[in-house]
């Protein structure tokens, strides 16, 4: 019997047409930045400002995001570090025995994917993606696609919601958010900065990103490929191989070569850092929650890194071979920080502010923010940078309708998220593992977006606090 094709399927020829475009049509995620730094100049000129105004803004911002830029550079390798780790590969070889048929496979990937996501978005990318390989190779009849595609799915869901969500940690940070966010947002309430108890530990937060998860694991169930239409990884070309823990250590040839193979430095750092964080969270005023930052999340990786990694000699290797995936960052944020400078230095952010504000009121105000995230999160595919730039004016419009500040970061990680499966950026760490191309996996990431983003739209309306 000839083997069906996706073309029966409406959705995926949809999915298949989008995927061409974007391809197509859509540059480098650094021709993004290139692009929007001149739209946002042009905007600043039509709004009235000085052309003066706006480059000296532009050169102000520049390195006004060093701090921030370091600290996601470290959650990006830290992420990776840890996902590497010979545990981590023994750990993802029992995984990958759980599922026990393909569609079964494919909902069970996406439910790893999104719940690693919630833990740290890096780690999530490096883990899922093996764990996808591995069940491929050990369960015949898995399509390759839809797997690789829900490998990705955290990504594209609850990852700003979680414990690494790079907006609600800065605004929680006064080291990490800039001041001219920290002053809009002090407009609105006491103080510069809004508590995690007031983002993603918000119980309306938790609800909606627990039912975004639930939603799109039970359609990834569903969308799942059967029959004839399935393409395995052998059908693409793609040799599985087993997971393969690294060679032995060298013996030790030398008293710095010991000092490198032996634990004993390792498990005592370990124990130092464990025993500040105990020390640092019990110190935290009110809720200890809330004193969970951007370096406090990449300390816990760095010493989670170490310690299952066991010998300095593997960790330095395995952040070697992380540091890579952390390029685009060190690259691009100097010009989103000068995107920011040009909105929050001039008049630009309340000129935003007042349309945002004109254009809405309090009760559609958080969908509207979560369609814009969205849509310029497809372009500018970086969701702590993207805040830096939105912050002043998306904050500034909900102090003007008495709209909450917290929950407006919560609408801005789901609406973030949701363009990670529109565009291919975030997907490339997860590709490389798997093999596969952008194409092979944005027709699944597409449908998901069609069915998860109209969930967003509703929760951030009807949950406002």
């Not at 955290?154 to 940070?173: D, E, F, P, Y």
């Not at 935003?352 to 999160?377: D, H, Q, R």
Request: with cysteine; glycine share 8%.
């Amino acid at each position: 019997m000839a083997r069906a094709t996706e073309r029966d399927n409406p959705l995926a020829r949809i999915a298949s047409r989008f995927t061409a475009f974007t391809e197509r049509w859509l540059p480098d995620a650094f021709g993004f930045v290139l692009i929007g730094t001149f739209v946002v100049f042009a905007a600043g000129l039509l709004s009235g400002e000085r052309i003066t105004a706006m480059v000296d803004s532009w050169g102000k911002g520049v390195w006004s995001l060093v701090t921030f830029t370091l600290q996601m550079a470290m959650i990006i390798i830290g992420g990776y570090a840890v996902a590497t780790a010979r545990p981590m590969a023994k750990l993802i070889t029992r995984l990958a025995t759980v599922p026990r048929n393909p569609r079964a496979a494919v909902a069970f990937t996406a439910a790893v994917s999104m719940a690693t996501a919630y833990l740290n978005w890096a780690f999530s990318l490096i883990f899922t993606a093996i764990l996808a390989r591995e069940i491929a190779r050990v369960l015949r009849g898995v399509d390759y696609r839809a797997i690789g595609a829900m490998a990705f799915l955290g990504l594209g869901t609850v990852w700003a919601q979680g414990l690494s969500g790079s907006a609600a940690l800065q605004v929680a940070s006064a080291e990490s958010s800039p001041k001219a966010v920290q002053e809009v947002i002090r407009a609105g309430r006491g103080d510069g900065l809004i508590p995690l108890t007031e983002t993603i530990f918000l119980w309306q937060g938790v609800v909606s990103t627990l039912i975004v998860a639930v939603v799109a694991v039970v359609f990834a169930w569903f969308i799942a490929p059967t029959g004839n239409r399935v393409k395995t990884a052998e059908d693409l070309g793609i040799e599985l191989r087993p997971i393969v823990g690294e060679p032995d250590d060298a013996e030790a040839g030398r008293p710095g070569d010991w000092l490198e193979n032996s634990p004993l430095f390792s498990i005592a750092i370990f124990a130092l850092g464990l025993w500040y964080l105990v020390r640092y969270f019990a110190a935290a005023p009110g809720n200890p929650l809330n004193a969970l930052d951007l370096n406090t999340v990449n300390l816990i990786l760095l010493l989670v890194a170490l310690i299952l990694h066991w010998r300095p000699r593997r960790l330095v290797k395995a952040v070697r071979d992380g540091a890579p995936a952390a390029s685009g960052v060190l690259l691009q944020f100097p010009l989103y920080g000068g995107i920011f400078g040009m909105i929050a230095y001039t008049g630009l952010s309340s000129t935003i502010a007042s349309w945002l504000v004109g254009v809405s009121n309090a009760f559609f105000y958080p969908a509207l923010i979560a369609v814009y995230s969205c849509v310029l999160g497809v372009f500018v595919p970086s969701g702590g940078s993207k805040w830096v730039i939105e912050a002043p004016y998306v904050i500034d419009a909900a102090n003007q309708l008495g709209v909450h500040q917290g929950w407006m970061v919560v609408v801005y990680d789901l609406g973030e998220a949701s363009a990670n499966l529109l565009q291919p950026f975030w997907m490339l760490p997860t590709l490389a593992i798997l093999g596969l191309k952008a194409r092979d996996i944005m027709g699944y990431t597409f449908a998901m977006f069609l069915v998860c983003f109209p969930a967003v739209l509703v929760l951030v309306t009807l949950f406002v606090p």
